[in-house]
């Protein structure tokens, strides 16, 4: 496993922008296939988008595709979700995870590590 920390949530007015990292402590992190999730409270925790060992392949759900941006940096041994045009229904706590295989990389089994999550409010 490998443990991470996410930063960079807050506060943005609809339309704007917000940028997410995720820490990851360990040597294995280029190993690692990166996703990050999210959950609203009452709802059930859902992906939003995965990135490949060497950063050469990324994934998004229909929901944020065209508005936010997965990338790493694993020299860093950091992720990162950019996030831009936010809505009001992107408003949850942001979830960075990791896995050993891209096998069902939407799903939370396919991830072994969890960080503590970040919330994220969109206001209107």
């Known amino acids: 496993q490998v443990q991470l920390v996410e930063s960079g949530g807050g506060l943005v007015q609809a339309g704007g922008s917000l940028r997410l990292s995720c820490a990851a402590s360990?040597?294995?992190?280029?190993?690692?296939?990166m996703g990050w999730f999210r959950q609203a409270p009452g709802k059930e925790r859902e992906f939003v988008a995965a990135?490949?060992?060497?950063?050469?392949?990324?994934y998004y759900s229909n929901s944020v595709k065209g508005r936010f941006t997965i990338a790493r940096d694993n020299a860093k041994n950091t992720a990162s979700l950019q996030m831009s045009s936010l809505k009001s229904e992107d408003t949850a706590v942001y979830y960075c995870?990791?896995?050993?295989?891209?096998?069902?990389?939407?799903?939370?089994?396919?991830?072994?590590?969890w960080g503590q999550g970040t919330q994220v409010t969109v206001s209107s």
């Open positions: 995870a990791g896995g050993t295989s891209s096998i069902g990389y939407n799903t939370r089994r396919a991830y072994d590590s």
């Open positions: 360990g040597r294995t992190f280029r190993t690692y296939f």
């Open positions: 990135i490949g060992w060497s950063g050469a392949s990324t």
